[in-house]
C-alpha cells in the first residue's frame, strides 16, 4: 500500500511544515466549528418548525460570528468562593485536548501534521484529557449543579471508554495498523460494511463522550441547569462551547477516518470527500439530538455495561476470527455475514438487558 | 472498606428551567437519588382572594385570568358559574354553548403545554414542545378572535359571554376541529413508543390509587391513577350532560399513564367541540345582568372540571357589592402535594419529570 507522502519539493522542512499545520489546523477547527454551530442551529430550527437565526448575513450565516463577539465582551465572572486558578485553568484544559485531537486526523493523502504510527491510541489518550477539564470546571465552581454534572461526565467518560476503545480494536484488527492514515489508506471497502457492529457501538459510545444527546447528561439543562459550566461567562464559557463542538467535530473526523474511508472516493477532489462525509455524520448527531429524549444517569451506565461493552468483546472475537480464517480473495462476502451478524446480536442482546434500577428505597 | 458519604441539599428552583415558574424544592441528594423534599413554595402570591373581596363580583373576572394563565377562559367559567349559583341568574343558550367550545379550546391549549412540557423536562430537546405550541397558536388565534386577547381572556361574564363570537369564528373553529385529530396523531408519531421515553416515564413517579383519593387530587393525575371521576360527568355543569364523550383513565398512574391521559383528553375535547359546532343555537350571547350585583346573604360553590384538575370558587355573601369571602380550590396546589410521595427514592432526573408531570401553573399556586 502506497501512501501518497508530502511533494518532495516542500520547502523549509520539518518545522515550516509543522508551523503551516498548526495555523491551518486552527484555522480549519475554528472554521468548522463556527460553520457546524450555524448548521445545527439551522437544521435544528427546521426539524422543530421554526426558522433559526436568519438575520445576521445571509441566511444567518454571521450568527456565529455575532455571538462570538458578543461573548468576547461579556463579563467574566468567578464564584466568591470558587478556587480562582482551576476555574481559569478549566477551560483551558478542555479546549486544547480537542485541538491536538486534529493533528493525527488526515484530510487528505499526506495532508496530516504527525503521521503516528499510533494515531489511533493517541486519538483516545488525548481526548479523555477534556474530561480532566470539565471535572476541573466542575469542582472550582463551588457549585452543587456544577459538580453533579462533572461526575456525571466523569463516570460516563470511564465507562464509554472502554466499549469505545474495544471497538476499534475491530478496524485495527482488520487494518493491521494504528496509524489512521494506514487506515484509510487499507478501507478499499468501507469499514462501516465490513464492521457494522462495530461503527454502531463507536458511534454510541462516542456521543456519550462528548456529551451529546441523548447522554447529555452532563449539561442537562432541565436537570442541573448547565451543568459543569453553570458559573461560567464570558470567553471562558465560550471556550468550553468550542470544545463542545469541537469534540463533535473531532469525533465525526474520526468516524470518517476509522469507518467511511476517510477522504477516499470517485470524482470529486479528496479534501471535499473527506468535509462531505465529516458533514454527514455531524448531521446524524444534530438529527439524534432533535429527535430522541434523555436517557438517566443509572440507565447510561446500564447501557454501557451491559449493552455496549459485551457486544463489543463479542465484535473484538469475530472479527479476529474472521480476520484469521476468512480468505482475503473474497472481501465482499463477508459483508452481508457481518451485518446479519450484527442485526441478531443487537436484537437478541435488547431483549436480554434491562435498563436500569428505578426507584431506591430510603 | 465502607467510604463515608453524606446526603448534601440542593435547592432546585425558584430559578431554575424546568420548575414552571418560581416552584422551590428544596431537595436532600444522596448522590443522585432523593432523600427527602421539601417543596417551598409562595414566590408568585399576588393576594388574589383578598383583592377579590375588595372589588365588585363583575370586577373580580379580570383577576381569575391571572389564577392558571394557561387556561385563563376555564378559571372564568368557574368563577361566573359561582355567582351564577349565588344570585340564580339563567344564561342563553347560545352563551352555554360558547362557554363550553371555549372551555374544550382551553383545555386542549393547556394540555399542548404540559404534554410539550413534560417531554422536554425528558429532554427531547425543544422538538415536541414547539410542535404542540404551533397548534396552541392556532386556539389562542381563536381566542384573539373572541375577546381581543392572547393570555388573559376575559371572556365569560356572569349570565353569558362579553359579546357574541364574530362571524369567521364557527369557520376558524371548524377548520381547526377538523385538522387536530391528525395533529394528535403527529404527536404520538414522535415519541409515544420511543425506548427512551418508556424507559424513563414507565414505572416513574406512581401515585397509587388510594393516595391520589386522599390527598384529594384530580384531574389527569387522579384519572391516571385510575379513578375515573371527571366533574363534567359526576356533577355535570353547564350543558356538559348533552354531550358524548369519554373519561380516558390510566391504570398504573406513573409518568407515562398521566402523558397519555393528557393526549387522550385533547382527543375527547376535540369530540366535545365537533358535537357543539353542530348544536349551536342562534340566539343572545348574555342574559342582562346589573353592573353591580348584590347577592342575597349565603354562600355557593361552583366547580368545574379545568384542564388541571377540579377548579372551585367559594363565595360568601354579605349582601354587598363585593364577595364577603372569595376562596379559590386550585387543583395544582391539592396535586402538588402528592410530589413529595411520589419522588422520594427517585433519581434528580426523576423528580424533574415526575415534578413536570404534574403540571402545575404558579399563578394558581401561589394565588
Known amino acids: 500500500m502506497a501512501m501518497p507522502a508530502l511533494p518532495p519539493d516542500w520547502p523549509g522542512g520539518f518545522w515550516v511544515h509543522w508551523g503551516v499545520f498548526v495555523v491551518i489546523i486552527f484555522a480549519f477547527v475554528m472554521a468548522m466549528v463556527m460553520g457546524f454551530i450555524w448548521f445545527e442551529r439551522r437544521a435544528m430550527a427546521i426539524m422543530q418548525a421554526r426558522l433559526g437565526p436568519n438575520r445576521a448575513g445571509p441566511f444567518g450565516l454571521l450568527q456565529p460570528v455575532a455571538d462570538a463577539i458578543k461573548v468576547l465582551l461579556k463579563e467574566d465572572i468567578i464564584p466568591a468562593k470558587g478556587d480562582k486558578l482551576v476555574h481559569w485553568l478549566a477551560p483551558v484544559v478542555a479546549f486544547v485536548p480537542v485541538l491536538m485531537i486534529f493533528a493525527v486526523v488526515p484530510f487528505q493523502g499526506g495532508a496530516i501534521l504527525a503521521d503516528l504510527n499510533i494515531g489511533i491510541l493517541y486519538v483516545v489518550a488525548i481526548s479523555s484529557v477534556t474530561t480532566v477539564g470539565i471535572f476541573m470546571a466542575g469542582w472550582a465552581s463551588n457549585n452543587k449543579y456544577s459538580l453533579l454534572g462533572a461526575m456525571r461526565q466523569v463516570a460516563s467518560v470511564v465507562s464509554y471508554e472502554i466499549p469505545v476503545v474495544l471497538s476499534i480494536i475491530g478496524v485495527v484488527l482488520l487494518a493491521g495498523s494504528l496509524s489512521l492514515s494506514q487506515i484509510v489508506m487499507a478501507q478499499d471497502i ?173 | 472498606m465502607v467510604i463515608k458519604t453524606e446526603p448534601f441539599v440542593v435547592n432546585i428552583g425558584p430559578a431554575h428551567p424546568s420548575t414552571h415558574g418560581v416552584f422551590r424544592m428544596r431537595v436532600t441528594l444522596d448522590g443522585e437519588v432523593i432523600v427527602d423534599m421539601e417543596p417551598v413554595f409562595g414566590y408568585l402570591h399576588r393576594g388574589i382572594e383578598k383583592l377579590a373581596e375588595e372589588r365588585t363580583y363583575t370586577g373580580v373576572i379580570p383577576l381569575t385570568d391571572r389564577l392558571d394563565y394557561l387556561a385563563s377562559m376555564s378559571n372564568n367559567l368557574a368563577y361566573c358559574l359561582a355567582v351564577e349559583k349565588l344570585v340564580g341568574i339563567p344564561v342563553p343558550e347560545r352563551a352555554e354553548y360558547l362557554r363550553v367550545i371555549m372551555a374544550e379550546l382551553q383545555r386542549i391549549a393547556s394540555h399542548l403545554i404540559a404534554v ?166 342562534q340566539g343572545e350571547a348574555r342574559s342582562d345582568v346589573p353592573h353591580l350585583i348584590r347577592p342575597p346573604v349565603g354562600e355557593a360553590y361552583g366547580h368545574i372540571e379545568a384542564p388541571k384538575g377540579e377548579l372551585g370558587f367559594y363565595l360568601v355573601s354579605d349582601n354587598s357589592i363585593a364577595p364577603y369571602r372569595f376562596h379559590v380550590r386550585a387543583p395544582s396546589l391539592i396535586n402538588l402535594t402528592a410530589l413529595r410521595d411520589m419522588i422520594i427514592g427517585w433519581k434528580v432526573a426523576d423528580a424533574i419529570i415526575i415534578f413536570g408531570s404534574i403540571d402545575i401553573c404558579m399563578g394558581e399556586v401561589d394565588r
Open chain 2, 116 to 281: 410539550g412540557a413534560f417531554l422536554n423536562d425528558c429532554g427531547a430537546f425543544m422538538t415536541p414542545i414547539l410542535y404542540m405550541l404551533r397548534e396552541r397558536e392556532k386556539i389562542l388565534d381563536l381566542f384573539e378572535m373572541v375577546s381581543g386577547q392572547r393570555l388573559t381572556y376575559n371572556y365569560m361574564r356572569v349570565g353569558g359571554v362579553s359579546q357574541d363570537v364574530p362571524e369567521e369564528f364557527i369557520p376558524a373553529l371548524r377548520k381547526f376541529v377538523k385538522v387536530m385529530p391528525d395533529w394528535i396523531d403527529e404527536y404520538d408519531q414522535l415519541l409515544k413508543e420511543n425506548e427512551i421515553l418508556l424507559a424513563r416515564a414507565k414505572g416513574v413517579g406512581i401515585l397509587p390509587k388510594e393516595l391520589a383519593i386522599n390527598i384529594s387530587a384530580s384531574g389527569p393525575v387522579l384519572r391516571a391513577s385510575g379513578v375515573n371521576w371527571d366533574i363534567r360527568k359526576a356533577d355535570p355543569y353547564s350543558i356538559y350532560d348533552r354531550f358524548e364523550f369519554d373519561i380516558p383513565t390510566g391504570s398504573v398512574g406513573d409518568c407515562y399513564d398521566r402523558y397519555r391521559v393528557r393526549i387522550q383528553e385533547m382527543r375527547q375535547s376535540v369530540r366535545i367541540l365537533k358535537q357543539a359546532i353542530e348544536h349551536l343555537p
Open chain 1, 190 to 362: 468501507p469499514f462501516i460494511l465490513l464492521q457494522p457492529l462495530g461503527f454502531f457501538l463507536f458511534f454510541i459510545g462516542a456521543c456519550a463522550e462528548i456529551n451529546r444527546a441523548p447522554f447529555d447528561l452532563m449539561e442537562a439543562d432541565s436537570e442541573i441547569v448547565a451543568g459543569f459550566h453553570t458559573e461560567y461567562s464570558g470567553m471562558k464559557f465560550a471556550l468550553f462551547y468550542l470544545a463542545e463542538y469541537g469534540e463533535a467535530l473531532a469525533i465525526s473526523a474520526i468516524v470518517t477516518t476509522l469507518f467511511l474511508s476517510g477522504w477516499r472516493g470517485p470524482v470529486l477532489p479528496p479534501w471535499l470527500w473527506f468535509l462531505v462525509k465529516v458533514g454527514l455524520v455531524f448531521f446524524v448527531i444534530v438529527w439524534i439530538r432533535t429527535t430522541v429524549p434523555r436517557v438517566r444517569i443509572d440507565q447510561l451506565m446500564a447501557l454501557a455495561w451491559k449493552f455496549l461493552l459485551p457486544l463489543a468483546l463479542l465484535n473484538l472475537i469475530i472479527t479476529a476470527a474472521e480476520v484469521l480464517a476468512w480468505p482475503t480473495a473474497l472481501p465482499w462476502v463477508i459483508v452481508p455475514v457481518n451485518i446479519a451478524i450484527m442485526v441478531v446480536l443487537v436484537l437478541l442482546w435488547s431483549r436480554l438487558f434491562k435498563l436500569g434500577w428505578g426507584r431506591v428505597e430510603v
